[in-house]
């Protein structure tokens, strides 16, 4: 192999650590590159350039290096000794054995020989590294400085288990999760029935699922604009158009658990929130309605004392002591709870959200994908965290239920679920992990067909159990070393994965890495067109063969 | 004519040759110079040049008036130049057998006597191109760092256009064989670069 991709020889390293490629002369390769060498045996060893050094032949060279100056002797020795004297060398991380012959490939247990030749890996290797040839696929952007190579990931696979994107605000977090989401909805909509279809359930803070997204770049059109029919949207807002359906959660829907959550976002305490249990049990379905009453009621009063006599002076501090809990938690739980209900989708009374979750629970199995949007109360962290926890746990139930109730049947089990949530590390803090919802999905896998997307700017405040269980990671630009640790603690070369993270640019760059792909990879995720085609990104080649104007399968299957 | 330098001592890795008489203007320091007459053309870089009496034992001694140049003085006594010798060091930096130019050291010495020539420009491109003919002349023990450069400079002007093309690939053999000694690397690339 000795060819213009050519960059190099192999002139050291370890597999335990990282190979060293002195570069050619003239040649040069960047962080993220990625590079391959041939293997005894003909398979291709595929790994990442993960680190550039400068090195000197001997000593001499940079302890006597030449004379800064234009006069033409200085420049002709410092022209002289580049590539001899001094060059420039690559540190590669290994990770792959690659079969070019259509063999399986292997994590990477040997290494090249000594001075063989390194070239920039080419479409041809990058394909068979990534093994989707022949199966619908993700284009995920092109790796760093190579344009013309693209890399795709298996849509199955990367939604198979969780997954996340993480980054710093304004580096392209929602750009990116709204294009997996478009494959994943075209090709749902390629799927013949609806239970093959994976659908999604985004709970879109800042609107920006529905029919259009708004980035830096400009304004394009998003899940409901590209996808019409495979898509509803919901909303909190009471004046929305173009909607499926408003939703209003009603005082009765309001559950203890769903306040655990919200500890972190409202002045409520954990024994603030303990001590919702007691009211729920000792006051009955209104006790949100009954509790945030500047005075207790009637029906409290003979609830708690019953046919006792009530003292004649009844107020909240009185109803705290006759439950048994301590006055200024229960006056915490109303000070929070009064903060809820003052909410212009919270409804006092009658339940609301059963109807709501029924509704989205049929189309979500109807093979549609579901977007909440918030509007303006996006802006409002308590607000979202409520509706997602109340949503997400009830339609997990419904999920829970009818995958038991299918008992191992798959045609009777539900489809795929992929909830999408931003601000992820409220619901999944290390405090919180256990209570959310959330924390369940993450730690049960795919048991019950339900899996999370998480989108997050603070991965080092999730809890590293549901951290762990996140499949693929997408991390752009992150400044804090713990947010790094967090996403690459446990993964092998983390030491140069921190590096190269830490290299990423604050726009549109990308380190992907996790369950959905051999190795990880650095890449310039594609660009949002003006006008943009459904499902641009996704690589299906039953989708490609189809002749222009035949009906689609799930045309012709419903 | 330019008279034609003879060699008089001889061995692998460099000769001597010697002029009849005086010369002012004998084989430059660095010049690419070839014995054509033997087995195979032996190639060599002229790395010292000394004239002097031919007998040591008889100095030569000052002479003419203070208005005398030394080309009046030679002039207005011509015996003199008979009694001097020029003399030429040079080491063998390659040799040419058949179609082969070949940047190692000849199979056999040149024959004494033999006359030695400048090398052509053609000869000089051949031997010097990769640059490999310097290996012999670093280690070589009566070739000091301006003789190297002095040849560099010399093959350099017989690559034309490709002149500073040749410098650095020679500059960059000279680092190769020199990478522990930066200090008369630079000294010699200084003399290339001047």
């Known amino acids: ?558 | 004519m330019t008279p034609t330098p003879r060699v008089v001592e001889a061995g692998l890795r460099g000769f001597a040759c010697a002029y009849e008489r005086y010369l002012e203007d004998p084989f430059r320091l660095g010049q690419f110079v070839a014995v054509r007459e033997g087995p195979c053309v032996v190639l060599g870089v002229v790395t010292d040049s000394a004239s002097g009496p031919e007998d040591p034992s008889r100095p030569l001694q000052p002479r003419g008036a203070a208005d005398q140049s030394a080309a009046d003085v030679m002039t207005a006594n011509p015996e003199i130049r008979l009694l001097l010798r020029t003399r030429v060091s040079v080491v063998s930096c390659g040799h040419i057998e058949g179609e082969a130019a070949r940047p190692t050291l000849p199979p056999m010495p040149p024959p004494l006597l033999a006359r030695v020539e400048p090398a052509s420009a053609a000869e000089t491109v051949r031997m010097a191109s990769d640059a490999t003919f310097l290996a012999l002349l670093v280690v070589a023990p009566g070739c000091d760092d301006a003789a190297i450069a002095a040849s560099v400079r010399t093959a350099a002007e017989a690559f034309g256009t490709g002149a500073h093309e040749f410098r650095v690939r020679a500059g960059k053999e000279l680092a190769r064989l020199l990478r522990a000694e930066p200090a008369r690397l630079t000294s010699i690339m200084r003399g290339i670069g001047a």
Not at chain 1, 47 to 72: C, H, K, Q
Not at chain 1, 309 to 330: I, K, L
Request: charged share 25%; hydrophobic share 40%; net charge negative.
């Open chain 1, 1 to 558: 192999m000795s060819g213009p991709n050519q960059v190099g020889v192999v002139v050291g390293g370890s597999l335990t650590k990282s190979l060293e490629v002195r570069l050619d002369p003239g040649a040069s390769a960047a962080l993220g590159h990625y590079v391959m060498a041939p293997l005894d045996g003909g398979a291709q060893l595929l790994g990442m350039v993960t680190d550039i050094v400068l090195r000197s032949a001997e000593a001499g060279s940079v302890s006597w290096p030449p004379p800064a100056g234009d006069d033409p002797a200085s420049a002709l020795l410092r022209e002289v000794l580049q590539d001899t004297g001094v060059y420039t060398a690559v540190e590669v991380t290994p990770y792959l054995e690659v079969d070019l012959t259509g063999g399986d490939n292997a994590r990477a247990r040997r290494l090249p020989r000594h001075f063989a030749p390194v070239a920039l890996a080419d479409q041809e290797t990058i394909d068979a590294a990534f093994a989707v040839d022949e199966k619908a696929s993700i284009n995920l952007g092109t790796p760093l400085g190579m344009d013309r190579v693209e890399v795709c990931v298996d849509i199955e696979k990367l939604f198979e288990r969780s997954a996340g994107v993480f980054g710093k605000s304004g580096t392209g977090k929602t750009v990116i999760a709204v294009e997996m989401l478009d494959a994943r909805v075209q090709h749902s909509a390629n799927r013949p029935t609806s239970a093959d279809r994976t659908v999604a359930l985004v709970f879109d803070m800042h609107d920006d699922y529905g029919q259009r997204i708004k980035f830096e770049g400009g304004e394009r059109a998003s899940l409901k604009g590209l996808h019409p029919q495979d898509v509803a949207v919901y909303s909190l807002e009471r004046n929305a158009i173009n909607v499926e359906r408003r939703i209003e959660i009603g005082t009765r829907d309001i559950k203890p658990e769903d306040l655990d959550v919200l500890r972190d976002v409202t002045s409520l305490t954990a024994p603030g929130v303990e001590a919702s249990h007691e009211c729920e049990a000792r006051l009955g379905i209104d006790w949100v309605d009954e509790i945030t009453q500047p005075v207790p009621s009637a029906a409290v009063v003979r609830r708690l004392w019953g046919d006792e006599d009530a003292p004649e002076d009844v107020n909240w501090a009185r109803v705290a002591s006759r439950m048994g809990v301590h006055p200024g938690s229960f006056d915490n739980l109303r000070r929070g709870l009064r903060s809820l209900v003052r909410r212009e989708f919270v409804r006092s009374g009658e339940s609301q959200v059963n109807d709501v979750i029924n509704h989205v629970v049929k189309t979500l199995q109807g093979g549609k994908s579901v977007v909440v949007q918030f509007g303006r109360h996006g802006n409002d962290l308590t607000s979202y965290m409520l509706v997602a926890n109340m949503l997400s746990r009830r339609i997990w139930e419904e999920y829970r239920e009818a995958k038991e109730q299918a008992q191992g049947n798959r045609t009777k089990e539900p489809n795929r679920l992929v909830i999408v949530i931003e601000e992820a590390h409220k619901f999944v803090d290390r405090a919180l992990a256990g209570q959310s919802i959330f924390g369940q999905i993450a730690r049960e896998l795919r048991k019950y067909n339900v899996t999370l997307f998480v989108i997050d700017q603070r991965p080092s405040q999730i809890d590293s159990e549901v951290l762990s269980q996140i499949g693929t990671k997408f991390c752009f630009q992150l400044d804090s070393d713990a947010d790094v640790d967090a996403l690459v603690g446990g993964v092998a070369g983390r030491a140069a994965l921190r590096q190269v993270i830490a290299s990423l640019e604050s726009r549109q760059q990308a380190l992907v890495f996790g369950h959905a792909l051999p190795m990880p990879v650095i890449v310039r995720p594609p660009d949002l067109p003006a006008v943009r085609t459904p499902g641009a990104s996704l690589r299906d080649r039953l989708q490609q063969q189809r002749p222009a104007g035949a009906p689609s399968p799930a045309g012709l299957f419903g």
